[in-house]
């Protein structure tokens, strides 16, 4: 399946953005998807992701700032990030989980200034 993310930027310190990511499969609706995001110099980390049944779950450091939704019928996941902080500038990444294959989409830098 192939990804393209998008609605990265820079913003200021408490500001907000969605992250969108649209997939190509046929699929989508039975697909786990997921947001990654890394740093220079450190893994790719979990930031968010949701199940077919909607079942969501949060890095710690997100909960109750960040929230990911789908549209099935868009075939597409969203990450909506309020309260942005300064250390939440990274590149995030759409990830899809299909069990034994799994893809990444390309991407999109979030820059958060203090």
């Known amino acids: 399946v192939q990804l393209q993310a998008s609605g990265g930027g820079l913003v200021q310190a408490g500001g907000s953005l969605r992250l969108s990511c649209a997939a190509s499969?046929?699929?989508?609706?039975?697909?786990?998807m997921g947001w990654y995001r890394q740093t220079p110099g450190k893994q790719r980390e979990l930031v968010a992701s949701i199940t077919s049944g909607a079942s969501r779950n949060y890095a710690d450091s997100v909960k109750g700032r960040f929230t990911i939704s789908r549209d099935d019928a868009k075939n597409t996941v969203y990450l909506q990030m309020n309260s942005l902080k300064p250390e939440d500038t990274a590149v995030y990444y759409c990830?899809?989980?299909?069990?034994?294959?799994?893809?990444w989409g390309k991407g999109t830098q979030v820059t958060v200034s203090s």
């Open positions: 499969s046929r699929m989508f609706s039975l697909i786990t």
């Open positions: 990830h899809a989980d299909m069990g034994s294959i799994r893809s």
